[in-house]
């Protein structure tokens, strides 16, 4: 085990530029400020723990991570980083074999969210979602059923003053209202503010 009492605790700093050795960026060890941007340093690093014992990794390069050597037991503990990475593709390769390979690939292709995009803005569907995933943006829940916010490219709260008010939609004054649909009953003004002059405006 690296003695440690003369140079204090191990830690990697992140650097970059001209405080990295190889002007490059990266994490460097807190004591010898070697580049350990892959793997810890061999000379400073506490790879060897009293009490924790070092995961089972056969990753290049490999994960750090210790666990209670009691727990280890003398049996080794396998990787929960590689478990996870496994875990992860296992299921991303069934979901692409329950439904196919083409049938999920569509949702990342940016025509398609720009379809939705229009076609929420004309009044086709509901609305859609969008989420931020390791391969793209994608598409999900498109709702074709419920209440349309867009109408032929319109705000439903502007469908609401051309046929019912009757008029072009001012200024937005209240939810779902205009100016124009509600006045100020004391100066008759169609904006936010009073009329200069209004009694009620003091």
Same mark, same amino acid.
């Given at each position: 085990m690296a003695d440690l009492t003369l140079t204090g605790p191990y830690f990697e700093t992140f650097a970059m530029d001209e405080d990295h050795p190889t002007g490059g960026?990266?994490?460097i060890c807190s004591t010898c400020r070697r580049d350990v941007s892959t793997d810890p340093c061999p000379d400073h690093a506490p790879? +060897?723990?009293p009490g924790l014992a070092l995961v089972e990794c056969e990753k290049t390069p490999r994960h750090w991570a210790w666990v209670l050597a009691s727990d280890?037991? %003398?049996y080794g503990i396998p990787c929960w980083q590689c478990i996870t990475e496994e875990d992860s593709a296992q299921r991303r390769a069934a979901e692409d074999a329950? =439904?196919? =390979?083409?049938s999920r690939r569509w949702r990342y292709w940016p025509v398609a969210q720009w379809t939705a995009r229009r076609a929420r803005s004309? %009044?086709?569907i509901g609305g859609y979602g969008l989420a931020l995933e390791d391969r793209g943006w994608r598409l999900f829940g498109v709702r074709l059923k419920g209440r349309r916010d867009y109408i032929l490219g319109a705000p439903r709260e502007t469908w609401h003053c051309w046929l019912i008010g009757h008029h072009r939609r001012g200024e937005q004054v209240g939810p779902g209202f205009c100016g124009k649909c509600v006045p100020w009953p004391c100066c008759g003004s169609i904006r936010? +503010? =009073?009329?200069?002059g209004c009694r009620d405006n003091a």
């Amino acid at each position: 085990m690296a003695d440690l009492t003369l140079t204090g605790p191990y830690f990697e700093t992140f650097a970059m530029d001209e405080d990295h050795p190889t002007g490059g960026v990266g994490f460097i060890c807190s004591t010898c400020r070697r580049d350990v941007s892959t793997d810890p340093c061999p000379d400073h690093a506490p790879v +060897e723990v009293p009490g924790l014992a070092l995961v089972e990794c056969e990753k290049t390069p490999r994960h750090w991570a210790w666990v209670l050597a009691s727990d280890a037991n %003398g049996y080794g503990i396998p990787c929960w980083q590689c478990i996870t990475e496994e875990d992860s593709a296992q299921r991303r390769a069934a979901e692409d074999a329950r =439904h196919g =390979h083409w049938s999920r690939r569509w949702r990342y292709w940016p025509v398609a969210q720009w379809t939705a995009r229009r076609a929420r803005s004309l %009044g086709v569907i509901g609305g859609y979602g969008l989420a931020l995933e390791d391969r793209g943006w994608r598409l999900f829940g498109v709702r074709l059923k419920g209440r349309r916010d867009y109408i032929l490219g319109a705000p439903r709260e502007t469908w609401h003053c051309w046929l019912i008010g009757h008029h072009r939609r001012g200024e937005q004054v209240g939810p779902g209202f205009c100016g124009k649909c509600v006045p100020w009953p004391c100066c008759g003004s169609i904006r936010v +503010e =009073h009329q200069p002059g209004c009694r009620d405006n003091a």
